[in-house]
């Protein structure tokens, strides 16, 4: 397989675990009765269409010229891609008390998804000798950890406190 063949399969990939986080985050959304959650479920959704286009902008670019497109929206951005960010696993997490059922359920959901998705672009910047498609793949290793850390921290507040994070 060519480089830019496994690239594309790559990016596919990428963009449909982002397809699946917005269905996943709407249906989540319609699930909570809270209003804290469902807009920030809805917020996520929102934030996944995002990643979805950027991704479809790299791979048209790839195949019509075979050169990664610099994307204004991920120059600068700089992720510690050292660490996972989800060490403990989801059996770690399910040791704490319970609070609603549905809605510690969704979050677990959610971060298993955003860890699947921080894993792969955290290891395709790693792996990229393109500076724009390094960029390209931090600057969404560095959303995916920013949503990562918003679901857990609504995660402890409900485990913890019984309510979601202000």
Same mark, same amino acid.
């Given at each position: ?86 060490? /403990? ?21 959610? $971060? ?5 998705? %921080? ?14 498609? /390094?960029?390209? %793949?931090?600057? $969404? ?26």
């Amino acid at each position: 397989m060519t480089d830019t063949k496994r690239v594309l399969a790559v990016l596919e990939q990428a963009k449909c675990l982002e397809q699946e986080g917005q269905e996943f985050y709407r249906k989540a959304a319609e699930s909570t009765a809270n209003a804290k959650g469902k807009e920030m479920f809805l917020n996520l959704a929102r934030e996944e269409v995002l990643h979805e286009r950027l991704i479809q902008r790299e791979m048209d670019s790839l195949k019509a010229s075979g050169e990664w497109v610099k994307l204004a929206e991920a120059t600068g951005v700089k992720c510690d891609l050292s660490q996972p960010i989800f060490p /403990r696993g989801r059996a770690g997490l399910k040791k704490a008390v319970r609070a609603d059922a549905t809605d510690t359920e969704a979050l677990l959901t959610a $971060l298993e998804m955003e860890t699947k998705s %921080y894993d792969l672009y955290r290891k395709e910047a790693e792996a990229a000798k393109d500076a724009a498609a /390094r960029e390209m %793949y931090e600057f $969404l290793a560095s959303q995916e950890r920013t949503h990562f850390d918003l679901l857990m921290i609504n995660y402890e507040s409900l485990v913890q406190f019984g309510g979601w994070a202000d």
